[in-house]
Each structure stands twice: as structure tokens, then as C-alpha cells.
């Protein structure tokens, strides 16, 4: 049974989890016919014309009301709160289904139950290995400059304006793949895996056309 109210409360947590793909839906329709801009700021400029800089339940009204029942469902389907695998075309219990045994059809161990099954298990006894160090040989000249670029590429376009760890942060994802068998044994191959395709791709500027936009000097210098 729901309580009086208790709908317009449900709707404002849900309005809240789902704002970054409402947000950019509204931009994305309000500013299809302005000059070309970084999308940032026409978003951001689109939601501040529409709330009038007000994000609380209201504004968010205000949102959902500019957009159609297309870009309000693909809103929702991005919503945390709503954990409904029909919005995906997917079966429930889908991340469980195997062809070993009957299927589990709910929806996982939510943070609790995660927890307790995490203090169960038993602690691995017994000295740590570090990692080896990562020592770069490449066989010429030429395949150092082209992996240069390449972690260059990874560490401009996935995080120009981060702070230095945060470029670190890239690279080292970079390398650490490098070593690891489940991918490509080169810094190129890594970076500019499933490239070729319009989804899928390891790193999203390969495949999204940001490579077709020239770098800025200062930020691609500090990469």
C-alpha cells in the first residue's frame, strides 16, 4: 500500500539519480540548433534557462516536462534507483544465467549482504608477491616514439585538465594492461583496441571522433 505523498517523495529520489541523463537530454534538444559550443556549456546553460538554477524537485518537474516520452525513457533507464532489467530488454537474473544449473533470477546481493559474504570468506595466509617492475623494450627507435604517442593519446584525451595523478592514473591502466595476457602486448594495441568499432572500444576517444579535434599545445605538452 503507498502511503499519501509517498509517490512525490519515490519520483525526487529517482528525479535525482537520473539527473545527469535527463540534464543532458534537455541539453542536447534545447541547443540542436544553436552554433557548434562545447556541449558543457550549452547543457549547462539549457538547464539553468529551464530551472532557473533551481535543481530541487520543482526544477526537476520543470526538466521532465521539456522532454518527450523518448528521451524522458532513456532518462530512466540510466536511473540507479529503479534496478529493472526489462528497460534494458533484459531478462531478470540475466548477470546469473548459465547453462550449469537452474538460473537465479533475483538481483544480487545488495551492500549488507556483500559484506557478511566478504567476512565469511577466509583471509589468504602466506607472504604477498609484489608485482615486478614494468621495464619497457622496445625492439627500435621508431616503436618507442610511436608507444610515446600513443600513451600521449590515452593520457590527453582521457585526462588533459586531471590533476598529475589522475594522469598517472591513465597510464598506469595503460601498462598494467600492457603486461596483462587478456590484452594486447603493445601500448598502441592496448590504447586503440575495438578502435574499429563504433562501441566497445577500450578507451572512448578512439572511436568517438575526439581524435578528429587538433590537441592543444599546452595540455598535449603536459601529457
Wanted: aromatic letters at 6%; hydrophobic letters at 40%; one cysteine or more.
Amino acid at each position: 500500500m503507498v502511503r499519501p505523498g509517498s509517490r512525490g517523495r519515490v519520483w525526487t529520489g529517482r528525479a535525482i539519480a537520473a539527473a545527469p541523463a535527463v540534464l543532458a537530454a534537455l541539453g542536447v534538444a534545447m541547443a540542436a540548433s544553436s552554433a557548434p559550443r562545447p556541449d558543457v556549456d550549452r547543457t549547462a546553460e539549457a538547464v539553468a534557462q529551464v530551472t532557473r538554477g533551481d535543481l530541487s524537485d520543482k526544477g526537476m518537474s520543470a526538466i521532465r516536462a521539456r522532454l518527450d516520452a523518448a528521451q524522458l525513457a532513456e532518462a530512466e533507464r540510466h536511473d540507479p534507483t529503479l534496478r529493472n532489467p526489462a528497460l534494458y530488454g533484459l531478462t531478470p537474473g540475466w548477470e546469473s544465467l548459465t547453462l550449469g544449473g537452474k538460473p537465479s533470477l533475483d538481483l544480487g546481493a545488495n551492500g549488507l549482504d556483500a559484506q557478511r559474504m566478504n567476512a565469511a570468506m577466509p583471509m589468504a595466509s602466506g607472504a604477498l608477491r609484489p608485482a615486478r617492475p614494468f621495464v619497457f623494450r622496445p625492439a627500435t627507435a621508431e616503436d618507442r616514439r610511436r608507444a610515446l604517442r600513443c600513451l600521449t593519446q590515452a593520457v590527453y584525451y582521457e585526462a588533459a585538465l586531471e590533476p598529475n595523478e589522475g594522469q598517472e592514473g591513465v597510464a598506469q591502466v595503460v601498462l598494467n594492461r600492457v603486461r596483462d595476457p587478456n590484452y594486447p602486448s603493445s601500448v598502441c594495441g592496448v590504447v586503440f583496441q575495438g578502435a574499429e568499432r563504433i562501441t566497445g572500444c577500450q578507451f572512448s576517444f578512439t572511436c568517438d571522433g575526439a581524435l578528429g579535434q587538433a590537441p592543444v599545445g599546452w595540455a598535449w605538452d603536459r601529457a
